[in-house]
């Protein structure tokens, strides 16, 4: 068997991993005598033994990224498209699902509406679909309708606004969780304004309410907003509208129901 090669020539051996160790390449660092000892075993080539060293150093880098990406955008808890029962929401439309999954929706600037009662998976989508483009590499940023109003007002209060602004222009995708759920005095629905015709045909915006846009005349105080925010946000929108029942109420409406039926029995 022939010499370990980070000992056939010690010396540059050791200036190797001071490169890595400068370079901060510490995943190649660590695996660095292994992959060495597998190229000599293998008999590989230079090339071979260098572009597995690069891949272990790439793959750590991208994981790196990935998960700073994540922290950047704050989401609250984690969830996935793959999670989501479908059969549980059959109004769901599953087509249109899968294609926002292929995140062609980032690359259009579309808009994503999410819009249904309480409990019925909308900031779980949303979220899904977030995080689903932060793992793509997308830049991302969650926030729920009224943090955002309050951060801008704050903002606006130290003279800030404009700075503050850019944290909701800035991602390729903005999840807007909870829209509607308060009403908007004047000041905040010019705030919602403001970073959605900022966004508008830029980047997209995925936004959940609990109000369908009849109701947005009552969310936002002025309606000649709120029409200018409808306008934008649908312009280049798809919109999902769930019907169906609270997945926080399945296990209590499934006890109803058998409580029901056994009542008919009796
Ligand atoms: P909404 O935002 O519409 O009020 P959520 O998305 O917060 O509802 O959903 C409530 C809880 O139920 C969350 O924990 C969510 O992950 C879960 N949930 C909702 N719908 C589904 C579903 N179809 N499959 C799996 N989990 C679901
Ligand atoms: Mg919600």
Same mark, same amino acid.
């Given at each position: 068997?022939?010499?370990?090669?980070?000992?056939?020539?010690?010396?540059?051996?050791?200036?190797?991993?001071?490169?890595?160790?400068? !370079? =901060?390449?510490?995943? @190649?660092? $660590?695996?660095? /005598?292994?992959?060495?000892? *597998?190229?000599?075993?293998?008999?590989?080539? &230079?090339?071979?033994? !260098? =572009?597995?060293?690069? @891949?272990? $150093?790439?793959? /750590?880098?991208?994981?790196? *990224?990935?998960?700073?990406?994540?922290?950047? &955008?704050?989401?609250?808890?984690?969830?996935?498209? @793959?999670?989501?029962?479908?059969?549980?929401?059959?109004?769901?439309?599953?087509?249109?699902?899968?294609?926002?999954?292929?995140?062609?929706?980032?690359?259009?600037?579309?808009?994503?509406?999410?819009?249904?009662?309480?409990?019925?998976?909308?900031?779980?989508?949303?979220?899904?679909?977030?995080?689903?483009?932060?793992?793509?590499?997308?830049?991302?940023?969650?926030?729920?309708?009224?943090?955002?109003?309050?951060?801008?007002?704050?903002?606006?209060?130290?003279?800030?606004?404009?700075?503050?602004?850019?944290?909701?222009?800035?991602?390729?995708?903005?999840?807007?969780?909870?829209?509607?759920?308060?009403?908007?005095?004047?000041?905040?629905?010019?705030?919602?304004?403001?970073?959605?015709?900022?966004?508008?045909?830029?980047?997209?915006?995925?936004?959940?309410?609990?109000?369908?846009?009849?109701?947005?005349?009552?969310?936002?105080?002025?309606?000649?907003?709120?029409?200018?925010?409808?306008?934008?946000?649908?312009?280049?929108?798809?919109?999902?509208?769930?019907?169906?029942?609270?997945?926080?109420?399945?296990?209590?409406?499934?006890?109803?129901?058998?409580?029901?039926?056994?009542?008919?029995?009796?």
């Amino acid at each position: 068997m022939s010499p370990r090669p980070s000992s056939s020539d010690p010396s540059a051996y050791q200036r190797l991993r001071e490169h890595l160790a400068y !370079l =901060e390449m510490s995943a @190649a660092a $660590e695996h660095l /005598a292994d992959e060495l000892d *597998r190229g000599t075993r293998e008999q590989a080539s &230079a090339t071979q033994v !260098l =572009e597995r060293l690069m @891949a272990i $150093e790439a793959d /750590a880098t991208r994981a790196r *990224r990935l998960r700073g990406r994540l922290r950047f &955008a704050r989401y609250p808890i984690h969830k996935t498209l @793959a999670e989501f029962d479908l059969d549980f929401q059959p109004s769901l439309d599953r087509k249109v699902l899968a294609e926002l999954s292929t995140l062609r929706f980032v690359e259009e600037r579309r808009n994503v509406i999410l819009l249904g009662p309480p409990g019925v998976g909308k900031s779980h989508l949303a979220i899904a679909l977030g995080i689903a483009a932060t793992e793509a590499g997308y830049r991302t940023y969650f926030t729920s309708a009224a943090d955002l109003v309050a951060n801008l007002q704050s903002a606006h209060l130290e003279g800030t606004a404009s700075y503050k602004m850019r944290t909701y222009t800035g991602p390729s995708v903005l999840v807007v969780d909870e829209l509607g759920y308060l009403p908007l005095d004047q000041a905040s629905a010019n705030w919602i304004f403001q970073m959605v015709s900022r966004r508008y045909e830029k980047a997209s915006i995925v936004l959940t309410s609990n109000r369908g846009f009849g109701d947005w005349n009552q969310v936002f105080a002025d309606p000649v907003v709120a029409s200018a925010i409808v306008d934008r946000l649908l312009h280049n929108a798809t919109v999902i509208n769930i019907k169906g029942h609270s997945y926080r109420m399945r296990r209590y409406d499934a006890a109803q129901q058998a409580k029901g039926g056994s009542a008919m029995v009796a």
